[in-house]
């Protein structure tokens, strides 16, 4: 504040005894008393908006070093179909239960922590494994180590190629688990020397990847494979610092009937407590439960925890960042402000594809039906595009403007009027207000929970839109 002031601390202490308060350098002050001294000096006090929570980043290096400790690593696996990723997940998840932990049943929350030689391991453990490519698309960058499932009787695939490329391209270490071990017509130097073919040359053979023989079905070499991990973490000198306030990662969202948004996220630095005020994405809150995935219910989540948490206004999207915010008046505006951005780049987005869209009508006569869509959980939004892309009616075609998990919102009825588009709700419902705002500015809202009935209703319109106007 003295700062801010062009006055020195000494000054600043005088003035707030001036007032009656007896203070010391490192106290945090009232915005109330900020106003009152900066008003006597002829200065206005403004609220500071951070809409780019990338700052956050560099506010890393005030960390001292002396509050950097050992964080937990947080591992995604990755590798082809079929190989076993979700089977290993499992295994992994069981040893925990096994040992004795709380609980013991389990809930998916998309990430678990599981502990092994007195150590934490974090697992992210989505459905789809597109998360991390997503992600890292979206410039979230949470795993510190992948592991590359290769299965032994079936060899390195295109997706395997695919996932190790990506974690390369980010700059991750890799460890391969060659799988299902316990088949007959498996043949893991089949694997190792394919792989050394992509400057992933095993240990074994001079290089520097670790290999671990694995048989998630089996549960074998499980063991190995943690430890291989916490060594490699070791290397990695993965540190956070406790103390201050939390930022980290969102892994899933989505619309809980009873208890409102609720996601899933990694603290990936700082604690992260009950009460605390987030912007988190477009949207804020205030935390009011936080568990994990054995319905442990927490306090605090320290740093390289995944819980899942409730309290948020609205619902946001995997690979958001989150951080916490003293004041939630500066939360809710960095939330809107966010979210008013977005919304001039979406509307920018638009109009030119809708220029384009034009320009393509007078070049070949396609034509679009322009659709916001918001659906109860990501998987039925990726359904309904897969099904919607499928749809063409002599060359007209439904458009995605916006897709979403959560409620239909303010924001999405001004994009579709933006946009010309129709709201399409699948399992969720627009509240009162949304509603006489979609009337009043002549945007159509249909409401659905049967996925057929969408894509017959947009066959049906396109086909209105076929017919000739008189
Ligand atoms: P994902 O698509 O990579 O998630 O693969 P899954 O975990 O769904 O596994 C695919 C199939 O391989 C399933 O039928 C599993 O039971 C089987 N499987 C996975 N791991 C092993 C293993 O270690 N040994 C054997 N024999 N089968 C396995």
Known sequence: ?????????????????????????????????????????????????????????????????????????????????????????????????????????????????????GEKITFIDTPGHAAFTEMRARGAKVTDIVVLVVAADDGVKPQTIEALQHAKASGVPIIVAINKIDKPTANPDNVMSALSAHDLTPEAWGGTTPYVEVSALKRLGIDNL??????????????ANPKRDAMGTVIEAYLDKGRGPVATVIVENGTLRIGDIIVIGNTFGRIRTMNDDLKKRYDEALPGTPVEITGLDQVPQAGDIFMVFKDERVARQTAEARSSKLKETYIKQQKASSLESMFGAQDDGEKVLNLVLKCDVQGSIEALKGMLDKIDVDGFKANIVRSGVGGISETDVQLASASGAVVIGFNVRPTAAVKSLAESMNVEIRLYNVVYRITEDIEKALKGMLEPVF
């Not at 801010?4 to 601390?9: F, K, P």
């Not at 002050?29 to 780019?52: N, Q």
């Not at 291989?228 to 993965?238: F, K, N, S, T």
């Open 226 to 239: 943690l430890d291989i991990i916490l060594v490699l973490a070791e290397v990695e000198d993965l540190k």
């Open 1 to 117: 504040v003295a700062e801010a002031l062009d006055i020195s601390n000494a000054v600043l202490i005088k003035k707030l005894m001036g007032l009656g308060m007896m203070t010391s350098v490192n106290q945090v002050l009232e915005r109330d008393v900020v106003e009152l001294i900066a008003m006597d000096m002829g200065i206005e006090v403004k609220d500071e908006v951070i809409t780019d929570l990338t700052r956050y980043d560099e506010m890393e290096i005030i960390d001292d070093p002396k509050d950097l400790v050992k964080r937990s690593p947080i591992i995604t696996i990755m590798g082809h179909v079929d190989h076993g990723k979700t089977t290993l997940l499992d295994s992994i998840r069981k040893s925990r239960v096994v040992t004795g932990e709380a609980g013991g049943i389990t809930q998916h929350i998309g990430a678990y922590q599981v502990e092994h030689g």
